[in-house]
């Protein structure tokens, strides 16, 4: 389901999220590669990479659920980081790989926001509502890894209409889109 709440409930709650969001040109550490950013350093422990995804396991994801937790918080690049490592070994070309290609595409757009480029975020937002529309037609069901494909075409067209405010303070975690992805429970409620 995708919903407008105020107060995102956490599907991860034990990860800590960053101290601020990144994107390029926002004048903060490069999270990776700046020895200030939130996340250099970060090695995954053996065993401890990312699991492939599947429809059938994707509430017990850790990268999936971090993914969607970022996202929802207003950590469009860092979402995009979490879903990319994950699409890396479920696999480019299969359909949890094209279903992880429109999330991280649809993050593209928040980052896109935060840039300032509107032109970015509508070829980013409608690449995923286009991938989703791929994936549900493949997979010929309603609700994929517990996102309900016609919401997530939704919200996809929707990101790539809408007016963006331009004012917003570098590496602070706002929300640019006006929905929250929030999955139906594992039993499809």
């Known amino acids: 389901m995708i919903t407008a709440e105020a107060d995102i409930e956490r599907l991860y709650p034990t990860q800590q999220v960053p101290d601020?969001?990144?994107?390029p040109g926002s004048g903060m550490p490069h999270p990776m590669r700046d020895p200030k950013g939130h996340s250099y350093g970060r090695k995954h422990t053996p065993g401890q990479g990312p699991k492939a995804l599947s429809n059938e396991n994707w509430h017990l994801n850790r990268n999936y659920l971090m993914?969607?937790?970022?996202?929802?918080?207003?950590?469009?690049w860092e979402a995009h980081?979490?879903?990319?490592?994950?699409?890396r070994v479920s696999g480019a070309d299969t359909t949890v790989g094209r279903f992880l290609k429109g999330l991280i595409k649809l993050a593209a757009a928040g980052v896109k926001v935060r840039e300032r480029s509107i032109h970015g975020v509508?070829?980013?937002?409608?690449?995923?509502?286009?991938?989703?529309a791929d994936v549900a037609a493949e997979a010929?069901?309603?609700?994929?890894?517990?996102?309900e494909f016609i919401r997530l075409q939704f919200a996809?067209?929707?990101?790539?209409?809408?007016a963006y405010k331009k004012d917003h303070?570098?590496?602070?975690?706002?929300r640019v889109f006006p929905f929250v992805l929030k999955p139906v429970s594992a039993d499809g409620n």
């Open 67 to 76: 993914g969607l937790d970022f996202f929802n918080l207003g950590f469009y």
């Open 20 to 23: 601020y969001t990144y994107y």
């Open 122 to 132: 509508r070829r980013h937002a409608a690449s995923a509502g286009e991938m989703f």
């Open 156 to 162: 996809a067209d929707r990101a790539a209409q809408l």
């Open 81 to 87: 980081e979490e879903w990319e490592r994950l699409w």
């Open 169 to 174: 303070e570098p590496g602070t975690p706002i």
């Open 140 to 147: 010929d069901i309603d609700v994929y890894c517990g996102l």
